[in-house]
């Protein structure tokens, strides 16, 4: 099986292009921080404490986190509900940021992630993926943008859903998530050793997308 690992921080556009990748190869694509966002999400709708880590411990024994593929597409089920467009949420994002931190809830996610790439050619990315979860990697990405950049494309992408959003205000709230990434105690966003650093700042989404899938390919010949 072949398993590639894309990091980056929030926004870098490592889901798009990792999806996109993954069908253009027929690989599985596995969103490992749509995962946490499913953990936050179950925090916000059971009104459990973030900050209280001994609280979500316990609601984690009470949840069935699951993921399916329907027409290659995957969606989360968090106690067999399809939570997929839930978890989209700015809110849920920055909690995602503060769970991901608990060593509990990621020992509780490790064994659901590494599942995958036993049994399938997978492209997985989130912000520790070739540091921890898929050490052995045959491919090692570190997808990234600046901040400034990646602000620009998150009010864009909202506008397009008919949303309005500040720009400086997501820009204040991805710089604060950049900083608790890498500045976390357990699984730190960083490159991973052997990764290769993509830039796309001054990328298209298609020239993103394509230079991901040269060089995966450039690596598993």
């Not at 994002?93 to 503060?98: D, H, I, P, Q």
């Amino acid at each position: 099986m072949v398993a590639v690992a894309i990091d980056g921080p929030a926004g870098a556009g490592k889901s798009t292009i990792a999806k996109n990748a993954a069908h253009e190869l027929g690989y599985i694509y596995v969103d490992t921080g749509a995962i946490y966002r499913t953990v936050a999400l179950a925090c916000l709708e059971n009104h459990t404490d973030t900050s209280d880590e001994a609280a979500v411990e316990t609601l984690l024994t009470t949840l069935d986190i699951s993921i399916v593929f329907f027409n290659g597409e995957q969606h989360l089920l968090l106690n067999d509900r399809d939570v997929s467009e839930l978890i989209r949420t700015e809110e849920v994002s920055m909690k995602s940021s503060v769970v991901a931190q608990m060593p509990a809830v990621r020992k509780y996610l490790l064994d659901l992630q590494r599942g995958f790439a036993k049994t399938e050619n997978v492209i997985m990315d989130g912000r520790d993926i070739g540091t921890v979860v898929l050490p052995d990697a045959q491919v090692k990405i570190f997808l990234t943008a600046s901040a400034e950049t990646r602000a620009r494309r998150r009010v864009l992408q909202l506008a397009a859903q008919g949303i309005k959003e500040d720009y400086n205000k997501i820009l204040k709230d991805i710089t604060e998530r950049d900083y608790n990434d890498t500045h976390r105690e357990i699984a730190p966003l960083k490159q991973a050793e052997g990764s290769i650093i993509v830039d796309t700042s001054e990328l298209t989404l298609e020239e993103s997308q394509q230079k991901i899938i040269d060089i995966i390919r450039e690596c598993v010949v």
